[in-house]
């Protein structure tokens, strides 16, 4: 799964600065208003682009997202390398290496290969490169960070020229996300890993595959260059070279698009979103990032072993206002740990799988009712805890300290706590802070990944219910889509019951784009399939 | 004569010797904090999801995460003493060729930022001893204090603003090619280093200078006739001692303070990888960048008394005798 | 982290003081905000019982809003309030990472320059690892260790403050220490305790005190630049390095978010730095 990702941003808090940036903003811009504010209109058509400079908030420190597993990661290595399967604009699975798969049991699965495919470098991609690449995967050592999700893998054969063959070992329909670039498999070239000794993804052993560019320059902390190559079985992309520059500092990353330095700013801060927008010819694209905000409430530890203090605490998170206020209205209130892009694609439409996911969980903000629900608990008086927060999650920290100011008549006192992100890390589903957090970005559009994880073993509530569990055990064998939705969405209704998770919101990441230029159907899975052929030059 | 160079040749190799004593002591330090402190490596590589087991186990032991701390001390400095400095968690590469080119870009930054320190103060703070106490001396002075306290990141994003956005001489980020275009791309961080530490040399060497001035052997050597120019030359030499002194700590600093500005321009140093180095846990990464700071650091100073010699003929015949 | 360990005032002072005229403007300019900094610290309890009291509902509002001079924040904090309220963080800590450095540099600098010998080669030895080590290394290893925290930075500066002020203290003490009235007590055949405390100290108290007003201005600075590393004030307390950060993001909304606490840091720290300056000059320290 993507993490969220690190910025060191926030090594800038407190210098003594924004006085002084801030009177450089106030200075720039004299009239405030711009009249192109609108220019999002207008043609947009495919057109040769020399290059295009991107600007990420991070830093990689390898290309290869088997080794860091960030959200940036994948969306570089998705213009490189390739899996069998890759999603479409809604989320759908469609064919990528594999020009054709199918189930033939429960456990098996069955992909023939593409003909056409070929590596950077000229070679034809073989089935011994796929097993290889796999083989790659599946290691703990080679890939820590994905390699869980084929620990379910029984073996991987190849059955004829063109086929390959994967066995489970119990049925999992989720599988079928698992070897895509956009999850847990990047197809690369055998005779290329082993002369790098084993390595990919290093500044000495670029990541390497069948995509629309190669790599041809990579600085860990600074740059990474790709250039358009012509094997690529789809054709050759429209821009002939990216650059992806890291800047982790936000203010500087505006200047450099206030410049012209950069085209394209991925994952802008929503709180300086005003002040992309206001700056000239830059369009600001908003779009649903597949993403989890929710409370964790460890289950095992006192007081939040007791559902009378879960429910008194749920209800008096205004949600609506947190979207509202904290990400100035760019998100929606999760009603679900599944988002609403995992489902569209089966339910056909975002408004059929936002009503289908509604009814999973009903608490409203309610300060009254959430002192009578304490009334009821162990701890009619309150309590005193602390939540730890990544420093990486300015607004899930507001979140707490709103919510800590809500709860605070009712004699409970939460400390907020800002730590690294690793040491958040460690706050999830330890014993030693009932109350905890969860920001995830569902790496899949498999609806049931991040329930999955919350209600199966080791989840971060210490939450076990056999109904659940039973639900869980349905939908992994379900093959028609629709009636696993279904057993999906019930899942979740009987486990939020018990509350040992509060969904708080659904994000949005905000892209902002020189204006020149538009990224066409954007939406939650357009960077993790080969993205640039997506983007549009304004006719002039 | 003979004897002298002999003691010089002691003198440099005690020093040495106790360089790496210091050194020796500091990884040490260092690895038995980073020990101390919670976390574990291989969960943070792993991310927030709950860790199996087998999988945990199978990186520790891949790290030698899972050895007692004095083996895994041990082996680590085996390995260095050997040219190995291990390899790092995160980035699953050596260790030596992650922070080559970043430990290069942070010297050429700290080196930049030296001499613009150096052209910004030294003049400054000879021309204001000479004419204390004039309205040119107090104009300095004032904004010395203001530089002390102006944050480096205000000042860079200014300089981004003004060198960068408004009159496009120099780019606004990024480390450039090596090369010219390297040092070019460098000029902006640099500036924004040298604008603070500036300030403290101009007020330290005004302070030496006067003091020098205002010795006897300054009255003395003018009552004797000697030149203004005479006199003043006489008095810079001997007020170059403290100034020296002070400089090589203002190098070190430098080296160890760069990670503000690498953030705020977007530089691939030495500094935002210990910060994250640190927070990780990737304990083969930040004892390379301390051994190398304090190696820095300490050949700095060694230096630093180097000159000392060449400047001040007593201290040399202390120091070899 | 600004103390650039290894320099003191020592080396920044005007040797001479007659060369300029002693104009009792500074103490007066630089006092006058001190001293309302100092009644903010003081009795910001009383002054705004609720600073830290916020209302999401009216989160974000521009300075001139209806109630809130300088609007509020991103939880609906009233600015001005937070930074009446956030002079007490701003003025304890360093006030206290001042004393704390200059005690341990005060017993272990005079121990060091009156003792010499072993005890000296190891305090220096203690000084120059302290100095070898990036201090980002240092700051971030104590947080790990001692969990984050307001007095936890505080620990850290204290820690990192204090090789600086031994060297001065030691430094100041071997100059006294070979004046003809320390010779002579000892000829009397006072105690070493005796000399140390009853002479010696005194006059480096002098050396101490500049020192320390410097370092109360550096501290001031460097607290809020060791935010970053979760070390510091807990989030959505009163406090300028806090607001000034957290309010960056709200520029364009609300740009005297992050202006006013920044302007009142600037100014409280360059009136430290100047009345320091005025203080050296006045006293004549000598290294």
Known sequence: MPQPSVTRRTVLQGTGAAALVALIAACSRPGGDKSDNNAATGKFSAQEIDELVVAIPATLSTLYPGQEAGNFNYYVAALVAEGLVAPDGTGKLVAALAESWKQTDPTTYVYTLRKDAKFSDGSPMTVDDVLYSIELARSDKHSPNIAYYWANTKSVTKTGDREVTIALKSPDVAFEWG???????????????????????????????????????????????????????????????????????????????ESGDIDLALAISLDQAQQWEDTEDTTVMFAPDRSYVGIDFNTAVEPFDDIHVRRAIAMC????????????????????????????????????????????????????????????????????????????????????????????????????????????????????????????FNATGDPAELATWFFGEGNPASFSNDDVNDLMEQQRKETDPAKRVQLIIEAQQVALAELPYFPLWWGEAATAINDHYTIEEFGSYTFLSPWTPRILTRES | MTGGSWGLARFVVVRLAATVALLLVASFVVFGLLHLTPGDPARNLLGPRTPNPETLAQIRAQYHLDEPFWQQYLSWLTGVLHGDLGHSIRGNVSVGALIADRAVLTLQLAGLAFVFTLLIALPLGIGAAF???????????????????????????????????????????????????????????AITLAIGLAALVYKLTRTAVLNELRQDYVTFARSRGLSHRQTRQLALRNAMIPIVTSLGLVFAFLFGGTILVEVTFGLGGLGALLASSVTFKDIPVVQAITLLTAAVIALTALAVDLTYLVIDPRVRQRATS | MTSLAGLGPADLVDPDDRARRRVPLIPVLCGIPLVAVLFCALFSGWLVPDAAKGDIYSARLPAGSPGHLFGTDQVGRDILQMSIAGARTAIIGPVVIALGSMLIG??????????????????????????????????????????????????????????????????????????????????????????????????????????????????????????????????????????????????????????????????????????????????????
């Open chain 3, 106 to 287: 005060l017993l272990l600098g005079t121990l060091a320059g009156y003792r010499g010998g072993v005890v000296d080669l190891l305090l220096s030895k203690y000084a120059d690892l302290l100095l070898a080590l990036p201090s980002t290394l240092i700051a971030l290893v104590v947080a790990g260790l001692v969990d984050g925290g307001y007095w936890a930075t505080v620990a850290v500066l204290i820690l990192l403050f204090s090789p600086t002020d031994i060297r001065m203290i030691r430094g100041a003490t071997l100059s006294q220490a070979t004046r003809p009235y320390i010779e002579s007590a000892r000829v009397l055949g006072l105690s070493s305790r005796r000399i140390m405390f009853r002479h010696l100290v005194p006059n480096v108290l002098n050396v101490a005190l500049t020192t320390m007003l410097l370092n109360v201005a550096f501290a001031l600075v460097s607290m809020s630049a060791l935010s970053f590393l979760g070390l510091g004030i807990a989030p959505g307390q009163p406090d300028w390095g806090r607001q000034l950060s957290d309010g960056r993001d709200l520029l364009s909304i609300n740009a005297a978010a992050s202006i006013v606490p920044g302007v009142l840091l600037i100014v409280t720290a360059t009136a430290i730095n100047l009345l320091g300056d005025w203080w050296q000059e006045r006293a004549g320290v000598e290294a």
């Open chain 1, 317 to 440: 998170c205004d949600r609506k206002a947190f979207v509202d206020k904290l990400l100035g209205g760019h998100g929606e209130v999760a009603t679900a740990l599944t988002t609403p892009q995992q489902i569209e694609s089966v339910l056909g439409g975002a408004d059929a799988a936002r009503e289908a996911l509604a009814p999973v969980l009903e608490i409203d903000f309610d300060v009254d009712a959430a002192k009578a629900e304490l009334a009821k608990s162990k701890v009619p008086d309150g309590f005193s805890t602390t939540v730890g927060v990544s420093t990486s999650a300015p607004q899930i920290s507001q979140a707490f300290q709103a919510l800590a100011q809500a709860v605070d008549p009712l004699g409970i006192k939460i400390e907020v706590k800002e730590m690294p992100v690793e040491k958040w890390y460690g706050t999830i589903g330890s014993k030693d802070w009932g109350l905890a957090y969860m920001w995830y």
């Open chain 2, 131 to 189: 004419r204390a106490g004039s309205p040119m001396d107090r104009t300095v002075s004032v904004l010395a204090v203001v530089g002390v306290g102006a944050p480096s990141f205000a000042v860079g994003m200014l300089l981004i603003y003004v060198l960068g956005v408004q009159w496009r001489l120099f780019p606004i980020y990024g480390n450039g090619d090596p090369g010219w275009d390297r040092w070019w791309h460098l000029v902006p961080p």
């Open chain 1, 179 to 257: 070897p895509c670039a956009a999850n847990a498999l990047w197809i690369t070239s055998k005779k290329y890993v082993e002369a790098h000794d084993g390595k990919l993804g290093t500044p000495d052993a670029f990541l390497m595959g069948t995509g629309p560019y190669r790599v041809t320059k990579f600085q860990p902390d600074s740059t990474v260059e790709l250039e358009r190559v012509d094997t690529w079985w789809g054709g050759q992309a429209p821009v002939k070279k990216v650059r992806i520059d890291f800047i982790e500092e936000e203010s500087t990353r505006l200047l450099a698009r």
